[in-house]
């Protein structure tokens, strides 16, 4: 298959664009196959949303919502969550202009908010166990450590994608397989980001105001 060597801008390393690494079959579709299994994420936190509904209210004679959350300190894990997509976006714009540094810069911009949430909720965690509120004192406390560890979990692997990406790019260039699993990941970081503001409002806001 014939490829295209663009002239690599000032201080960019060269980078084969439109270089693909193995065919892909006539009407094979990353980009479908992606969505179908965004949909399917989509129905799991929706059950769990679902089982938090049903069970926030079972608190067992223990404490409730507004004993136990730091609406404060939440507020600012939303923010460091809601940074790294911007950041993320940031990078997106960069691919699309061919600039490989700005886009790996922008990658590791993300990756840090990343962290910085994970290490707050991780935070969170152990003081309301630290405090005897863990996930076996009450329904709702199951409910809750489920939904919220869920979407750690899915921010943890995001992470590890994304350091997988940095490599890729690092070794590769801007390579057609390289953007096209850049976009998967972005579709796959702001799903995260709306997911999180469910649980902020539903979970957080709404269970301290109640």
Known sequence: ??????????????????????????????????????????????????????????????????ELFDLPLVAINTTMLLLSSITYGFAMIATDEKRQSAVLGWLGVTA???LAFLAIELYEFSHLIHEGAGPQRSAFLS?????????????????????????????????????RRLQCLSMFWHFLDVVWIGVFTFVYLLGVLR
């Open 143 to 179: 409910a809750f450590f489920t939904l919220v560890g869920t979407h750690g979990l899915h921010v943890t692997f995001g992470l590890i994608w994304l350091a997988v990406l940095v490599v890729q790019v690092m070794r590769r260039g801007l390579i057609a397989d390289n953007v």
């Open 112 to 114: 840090l908010f990343g």
């Open 1 to 66: 298959m014939a490829t295209t060597t663009p002239t690599a801008a000032a201080g960019e390393p060269p980078a084969y664009y439109d270089l693909d690494e193995h065919p892909h079959p006539p009407g094979g579709s990353t980009m479908l196959g992606f969505w179908l299994y965004l949909m399917s994420d989509c129905l799991i936190f929706a059950m769990l949303f679902a089982a938090y509904g049903v069970y926030g209210g079972s608190l067992a004679g223990g404490p409730g919502p507004r």
